[in-house]
């Protein structure tokens, strides 16, 4: 599966962005989808995590209750609704794929089969 992130973008504290992971192939219900972030000078770090119905859902404690994660299987599409956005969520946010089940999470990087290219956000103070 091909993974397309898009959406980044610069945006003052407190503000919102949406980014959009389109998935290409007639499989995109059978996999889990998750959404990690990568700062510079930083490993890559698990944001947040979705099953295959969009029923189950983890997230980071760093982003739990500003994030959202959904997916509209229909449309082959993942997204990830940031509020309340901080300058320490500055970062390029990837969209991964992950075969199999949910299971606890997918909250590891090495869960994930698949990796979209990266779309960064940017969070002024």
């Known amino acids: 599966v091909q993974l397309q992130a898009s959406g980044g973008g610069l945006v003052q504290a407190g503000g919102s962005l949406r980014l959009s992971c389109a998935a290409s192939?007639?499989?995109?219900?059978?996999?889990?989808m998750g959404w990690f972030r990568q700062a510079p000078g930083k490993e890559r770090e698990f944001v947040a995590t979705?099953?295959?119905?969009?029923?189950?859902?983890g997230y980071a404690d760093s982003v739990k209750g500003r994030f959202t994660i959904s997916r509209d299987n229909a449309k082959n599409t993942v997204y990830l609704q940031m509020n309340s956005l901080k300058p320490e969520d500055t970062a390029v946010y990837y969209c991964?794929?992950?075969?199999?089940?949910?299971?606890?999470?997918?909250?590891?990087?090495?869960?994930?089969?698949?990796w979209g290219q990266g779309t960064l956000v940017t969070v002024s103070s």
């Open positions: 991964a794929a992950a075969a199999g089940h949910y299971g606890l999470g997918r909250r590891r990087p090495d869960d994930y089969d698949y």
């Open positions: 192939g007639r499989t995109f219900s059978s996999y889990v």
């Open positions: 979705i099953s295959w119905s969009g029923g189950t859902t």
